[in-house]
Each structure stands twice: as C-alpha cells, then as structure tokens.
C-alpha cells in the first residue's frame, strides 16, 4: 500500500515561522522600520529641486523617496522576468 502524504503532519513548511510566509514578515518589518523612522524626522527642511527650493516636513521627503525606491525596485523586478 502506497502513502501519500499532504504535508499536515504538522510540520512546518520551509519559509514559514508559525504558519506567516517569511517574505510577508520581512515586508512587515520593513514597513514597520521605515514608518518609525518617518516618525522620528519630522522637522521642516529646505529641499533643493533643480530650478526652485521647497519647504516641507523632512518626512515627506523621506516618504517620496521610499516610494519612488519601491516603484523603481517593482519595475526592475518586472523586467527581470521576461
């Protein structure tokens, strides 16, 4: 007789911590880091745009840049699979 096995022996599968993906922890993290450290820079700065200069929260600068980070790492993983 031949058994087959589904994999709920209870066993954790590869990449898991209680049942949570590692990947969706690091994003967590990571998500959790950069809104902390958004936090902790709320001061007003001057920020130099080529041609005119704006005030605004360091925070918004910093925000801006981790988004166009993300958008930028979602694009080159986009062309990374075809």
Do not use: C, H, Y
């Not at 918004?60 to 840049?65: G, P, R």
Request: glycine content about 8%; proline content about 2%.
């Amino acid at each position: 007789m031949t058994k087959i096995s589904d994999g709920s022996s209870g066993a954790k599968k590869r990449g898991e911590i209680a049942g949570v993906p590692t990947r969706v922890i690091a994003i967590v993290v990571i998500v959790a880091l950069a809104v902390w450290f958004l936090f902790a820079n709320l001061e007003r700065v001057k920020i130099q745009l080529w041609v005119f200069t704006v005030t605004a929260p360091l925070w918004i600068a910093l925000l801006a840049t981790l988004l166009a980070g993300a958008a930028l790492g979602w694009l080159a993983k986009g062309r990374q699979s075809r």
